[in-house]
T-cell receptor, first 114, second 109 residues
């Protein structure tokens, strides 16, 4: 079946540094990918919609200069958390739609900022 | 604002029983409906999707959709302890997928 691969699965970084997370659709092309953030015991919160070849669309309250999204190809979207702070520690998950009815998630990235 | 509502639970059922998970949504333009299972610390995994009114069965899982009443449910037959997880209902309109808060299911041996 379709697979969305996310890398890395976990990362620990120092406060003030930047972290890049990759999301790849392995066997289908995804013109649109989505980035979510999930805090412990909470549901998924959509951060932004990543569109191939154009700027990402950010949800209200999400800082676009802090969370940089690049959808350079039909199979790859990246999320860069810039100048990370401990409050950015969270579980980040990407997803991609296939056709009209299917949506698949990456494995998620556990980010810890120390 | 488009909303997807689920009872947060926990819903506790004995092993072998039927677990019934419910979800309501507000956007009548919603086209597709998904159930995901999420284990603690893991990414959600797709269980089923449904886009036509009625029932859709896959193994021990049955999704039910009623667009007129704007609800979708998931039945899990012969519940197993390994089914214990948080179940997320998601509703898609266009490209956007909106999630409910999830229902935590506990299946007791």
């Amino acid at each position: 079946g379709a697979v969305v691969s996310q890398h890395p699965s976990w990362v620990i970084c120092k406060s003030g540094t930047s972290v890049k997370i990759e999301c790849r659709s392995l066997d289908f092309q995804a013109t649109t990918m989505f980035w979510y953030r999930q805090f412990p015991k909470q549901s998924l919160m959509l951060m932004a919609t990543s569109n191939e070849g154009s700027k990402a669309t950010y949800e209200q309250g999400v800082e676009k200069d802090k969370f940089l999204i690049n959808h350079a190809s039909l199979t790859l979207s990246t999320l860069t958390v810039t100048s990370a702070h401990p409050e950015d520690s969270s579980f980040y998950i990407c997803s991609a739609n296939r056709g009209r009815t299917e949506a698949f998630f990456g494995q998620g990235t556990r980010l810890t900022v120390v | 604002q488009k909303e997807v509502e689920q009872n947060s639970g926990p819903l506790s059922v004995p092993e072998g029983a039927i677990a019934s998970l419910n979800c309501t949504y507000s956007d009548r333009g919603s086209q597709s409906f998904f159930w995901y299972r999420q284990y603690s610390g893991k990414s959600p995994e797709l269980i089923m999707f449904i886009y036509s009114n009625g029932d859709k069965e896959d193994g021990r899982f049955t999704a039910q959709l009623n667009k007129a009443s704007q609800y979708v449910s998931l039945l899990i037959r012969d519940s197993q302890p390994s089914d214990s997880a948080t179940y997320l209902c998601a509703v898609r309109a266009g490209n956007m997928l909106t999630f409910g808060g999830g229902t935590r299911l506990m299946v007791k041996p």
